[in-house]
């Protein structure tokens, strides 16, 4: 499965808006596909962005119990650089077309770059 790079982005920006642990429901509803969000979660909380409960059968190894606890510190910080759509589709749209696949350091240290020449034009 191929991480979501946008599928991360809306799970922190929900879990930033909530004020108590997020459930199935919630996190159903940002993406319909439970393996494909467990997985995400998953691979947040071995990031060090968020803190997770995800518990699967015993058959077929199907999520039956998704928990987003909290957004870590590291996590609020990588939401920080990519909150802003503007920011994040300008960002998105550099990587995509220079590299395709990019890692979750590179997407954070593009949208900040993007953030400070957005700002300089402001000052300018």
Do not use: C
Request: aromatic content about 6%; glycine content about 4%.
């Amino acid at each position: 499965m191929k991480r979501d790079l946008d599928l991360v982005r809306a799970i922190l920006i929900t879990a930033e808006n909530s004020d108590e642990p997020i459930g199935d429901d919630i996190l159903l509803s940002i993406e319909p596909d439970a393996k494909k969000m467990a997985y995400h979660l998953e691979l947040m909380q071995a990031h060090g962005l968020i803190n997770v409960t995800v518990k699967y059968d015993g058959l077929n190894k199907t999520p039956y119990m998704l928990k987003l606890h909290s957004v870590t510190w590291e996590g609020y910080d990588y939401l920080d650089a990519i909150r802003s759509a503007r920011v994040w589709d300008k960002a998105k749209a550099s990587m995509l077309g220079a590299l395709g696949e990019v890692s979750l350091s590179l997407a954070k240290e593009t949208s900040l770059m993007v953030a400070r020449q957005l700002i300089q034009q402001q000052l300018s």
